[in-house]
């Protein structure tokens, strides 16, 4: 995989043209497809749809656009910030970690919203899996920690020396790929004429924590059936928008979905599950900065700077 080639299907959904995008790109026009070939061969999927005049990225082809945008935004963010703390000593950098699912939407918006109520910090993500995150909050390799949190599954079982504010919610909502007729292809609330397609999280997986009680309930352990498995929560939405099953996928993730009718729910409320998004800290850890960052947060507890997403 190489940066320009984000750049290139870029151009190509910009354009709708492989003429046009290659221009844009400075490159021949058999050049720029053979980049775009080698980047569908890297992903094991079609990402533009060459039937169509003008050509058209493919669900799995915008998805990956939008995975390498926010990958390029977040380093040109990074390289900012290092640039900033090389020129600047004595400023302190915030680390971040938190859940992939979290890093993708909620974490950004959130940082924004927290800059601009506190004021502009030097801060860096490390993106990864739960455990992960927690072990490096453990080893004092970050600061703090997002994580979600359910009736059913919580990050910190026990820790006495680890404290947690509440700073937004989400919910896991079930979603389907929308057919001809505007009407989810699968759905919960319908009787469907044999078992549905199931794309979930794998066991391993944080995410799994708060949705197996909901699948293996006597409501729905014989009405599902599992095709796929990832623990990346990207994988799976790719699947969704193909067609391949249902699954259950943070609202704050799908709602572009959702909006551009790409995706609709597949199933009412009562199979939503509410999800809370905290930030955990390690008491003996804490400086003045974070220090300081931990206590406004503390007094916006009942008024985040973004609790619904």
């Known amino acids: 995989m190489e940066l320009s080639w984000i750049r290139d299907l870029d151009h190509v959904s910009q354009t709708g043209s492989f003429s046009l995008a290659a221009r844009r790109s400075n490159l021949s ?77 909620f974490y950004p918006a959130w940082l924004q919203a927290l800059e601009s109520a506190f004021g502009p910090i030097l801060s860096r993500l490390r993106a990864d899996d739960l455990p992960n995150c927690l072990q490096d909050l453990g080893d004092g390799v970050v600061d703090f920690v997002m994580a979600y949190e ?26 389907a790929k929308l057919g001809a007729n505007g009407q989810p292809i699968f759905h919960l609330d319908r009787k469907e004429p044999a078992a549905i397609p199931f794309l979930r999280f794998g066991p391993m997986a944080a995410m799994s924590d708060h949705i197996a009680p909901l699948v293996e309930s006597d409501r729905l352990r014989r009405r599902l059936r599992v095709v796929y498995e990832n623990a990346m929560v990207g994988a799976l939405r790719i699947r969704v928008r193909e067609g391949s099953g249902l699954a259950w996928l943070p609202k704050s993730l799908v709602a572009p979905d959702l909006e551009a009718g790409f995706l609709g729910h597949a199933g009412g409320k009562k199979w939503e599950i509410a999800l809370d998004i905290k930030l955990h800290r390690r008491r003996q850890q804490s400086d003045a900065l974070t220090g300081k960052i931990w206590n406004f947060l503390e007094r916006r507890r009942k008024k985040p700077l973004l609790a619904v997403v």
């Open 29 to 105: 026009q058999p050049a720029l497809s053979r980049r775009i070939r080698a980047m569908e061969a890297w992903v094991g999927a079609l990402l533009v749809d060459r039937s169509r005049h003008p050509v058209v990225l493919t669900g799995a082809g915008v998805q990956m656009l939008e995975a390498g945008q926010q990958a390029l935004a977040r380093l040109d963010s990074e390289r900012a910030s290092i640039r900033a703390a090389q020129a600047r000593p004595d400023r302190r950098v915030v680390t971040f970690a938190a859940q992939h699912s979290i890093s993708w939407r």
């Open 150 to 175: 359910s009736r059913k599954a919580v990050s910190f079982t026990s820790a006495r020396d680890v404290e947690s504010v509440w700073i937004g919610r989400d919910a896991l909502v079930p979603v």
